[in-house]
């Protein structure tokens, strides 16, 4: 299917934009290169993405050093008639997770639309990093669902509001480049999220939540480096 889609948008699709009829110096690999490099030369988008790695990173360790730990260390109980071991805790959490979000996301939104989107973000970072570190760390179930709720939470504030303000960055005329590079972040937040295994077998888990908070600290400070010289503005209804 790769080579299909390759032949037919080599050999069938022709460009219909009018108006700015693009040059061979503007196609190719060269060129796309060019436009990466200049999406990478701006250092308050690079910072801004940086931020995201970190803040992602966090999350993808769920699947990573939070399963590992819940599995091996999460002493099996009885809540409601069931057995719940690590890995049965580990759905239940995600699924709390779900669950909030798909239930308070659009109130939630409703309700930062009139506020600043900078220290929503951050609280939303800070509570995120929070939430996390706890999963990272407790083996104590009521605790590991507060928690939850309360990374949900930072989630739901962190996620639109971060929206807002990376198309602040963006200038319109190289969209598509950065929106390119702004996509790797989640790429590259795997990489470091899957670290936390070998780290986490060395420093085990009070330095496991230690890292995770360190890693919201960590895009707060990126992010709102980037931010310096961008003028705020409220969360639109669409972000």
């Keep these: 299917m790769s080579v299909l889609t390759f032949w037919l948008s080599w050999t069938r699709m022709t460009e219909t934009r ?11 690999l060269p060129a796309l290169l060019r436009s990466y490099a200049a999406v990478v030369s701006d250092r308050r988008f690079l910072l801004f993405t940086l931020g995201g790695i970190a803040v992602l990173s966090i999350e993808f360790s769920r699947s990573n050093w939070i399963a590992v730990h819940l599995a091996e260390h999460f002493h099996s109980q ?4 069931a057995l719940i071991n690590g890995v049965r805790a580990s759905s239940v959490l995600v699924g709390l997770n ?18 600043v989107p900078r220290p ?22 009521p605790a590991l669902l507060i ?29 598509g480049a950065y929106l390119a590079v702004n996509g790797q972040v989640f790429t ?16 085990g888990a009070p330095g496991m939540a230690a890292i995770v908070l360190g890693l919201g600290v960590l895009g707060i400070l990126l992010t709102s480096l980037a931010l310096l010289q961008v003028p705020g503005r409220r969360v639109s209804p669409s972000a």
């Design 18 to 28: 009018t108006g700015a009829p693009a040059t061979r110096s503007e196609m190719g």
């Design 78 to 81: 009885l809540v409601l008639g």
């Design 98 to 115: 779900t669950l909030l979000i798909v239930a308070l996301t659009a109130p939630v939104t409703r309700w930062i639309q009139a506020r």
């Design 120 to 141: 929503m973000m951050n609280l939303g970072f800070a509570l995120f990093a929070l939430g996390f570190s706890v999963l990272a760390f407790s083996t104590n179930l």
């Design 147 to 175: 928690a939850s709720v309360v990374l949900s939470m930072g989630e739901m504030l962190y996620v639109p509001t971060r929206q807002a303000l990376l198309a602040d960055l963006i200038p319109g005329e190289r969209r």
């Design 188 to 203: 590259l937040a795997k990489w470091v999220a899957a670290l936390g295994l070998p780290i986490g077998a060395v420093l």
